[in-house]
């Protein structure tokens, strides 16, 4: 009787898969907008593991998708995808490869939309994603509070300066006839008035951004990476996440080595590969140079903010 029973689930999987493959087709799946310029691949989203066939489900299992929780919200040009890349090396971690965009482009389509993005994960794996434009977005925080009120949230901050020019670098890279970055600097260059209606401004003045998420959360649920050492001691940062996220310290040295050429680490081996990878030929562009007078100016201009962001959250960033 058990061998008649075998034989008639092994024969209907596939048969009556198809039949009802073939009775109703699924709709087409709604792949997340990229942005150009944004630091996002639909290639990597597309490359997600679909589902499993009905066997390999029934014996071994094919994980759930769930909603994130962790996000890693920002910032922009400050080492997202390489804090991305790094921890999906851990067994432990599944993360979506492109950028979703949920909590400021698509909340109109739904948590059902969103945890249909997610990767399979088991039990004991953390879900995650990152789109940096979380941080700067006015509504993310409540949405983010509203999913969940414990979901754990990352924040990779840089020198603003340094961001702001490396945001830049990345806009000329696509519209090589947009305005010098000192005309984008000022509202007046006489007078010296910084433009902080400019995003690659704008963005670096953290302090502002994160009081509005700390009307949501708590600041020990917020982890800040810097990206700064993200590059000089990918190793150190990464445990620290590690520890914030509640994971087995597996990411360590031996999983990097430094790319003298690009200027910053790379993996040994990248996640289901036994190859070196390192990030992509958008990463580490070459800046422009950048008047000085007007680098002191935007130092002169950030100094406050950064003095009240490192009481904020407790660390000191060192940027200047």
């Not at 009802?20 to 490359?47: I, V, W, Y």
């Not at 851990?90 to 490869?97: F, L, M, Q, W």
């Not at 914030?244 to 999983?255: A, C, E």
């Amino acid at each position: 009787m058990l061998f008649l029973w075998l034989y008639m689930f092994y024969s209907c999987a596939g048969s009556c898969a198809g039949l009802a493959a073939r009775g109703s087709p699924a709709p087409p799946r709604a792949a997340p907008p990229g942005e150009p310029g944004e630091e996002s691949s639909l290639e990597e989203q597309r490359a997600a593991p679909d589902a499993a066939s009905p066997i390999s489900s029934f014996f071994n299992g094919s994980g759930t998708k769930r909603l994130p929780q962790a996000i890693i919200i920002g910032v922009k040009k400050g080492g997202t995808r390489a804090l991305l890349e790094f921890l999906r090396v851990h067994p432990d971690v599944r993360a979506v490869g492109a950028e979703p965009h949920f909590f400021d482009r698509n909340y109109e389509r739904g948590l059902a939309w969103y945890r249909d993005l997610m990767p399979r994960t088991l039990e004991g794996q953390i879900t995650m994603e990152k789109t940096p434009s979380y941080f700067v977005t006015k509504e993310a925080p409540a949405r983010i509070s509203s999913m969940s009120k414990g979901t754990k949230l990352i924040v990779v901050v840089r020198d603003p300066v340094t961001r702001a020019i490396s945001d830049y670098t990345q806009t000329l890279s696509k519209k090589p006839d947009i305005p010098t970055f000192e005309s984008l600097t000022f509202k007046n260059r006489t007078t010296g008035l910084i433009d902080t209606s400019w995003s690659a401004i704008q963005i670096g003045i953290y302090a502002k951004h994160l009081e509005n998420w700390l009307l949501y959360f708590p600041i020990g649920q917020i982890l800040f990476v810097s990206g700064e050492r993200l590059i000089s001691d990918p190793a150190g940062e990464l445990g620290r996440v590690q520890d914030f996220l509640g994971l087995k310290r597996i990411i360590t040295d031996k999983h990097f080595y430094f790319n003298k050429t690009k200027g910053f680490p790379c993996l040994k081996k990248a996640e289901g590969s036994s190859k070196p990878h390192c990030l992509g030929k958008t990463k580490g562009r070459t800046h422009p140079d950048i008047d000085q007078e007007v680098v002191q100016r935007l130092r002169d201009f950030y100094r406050p903010f950064n003095m009240k962001f490192y009481q904020m959250t407790g660390q000191d960033f060192g940027w200047d």
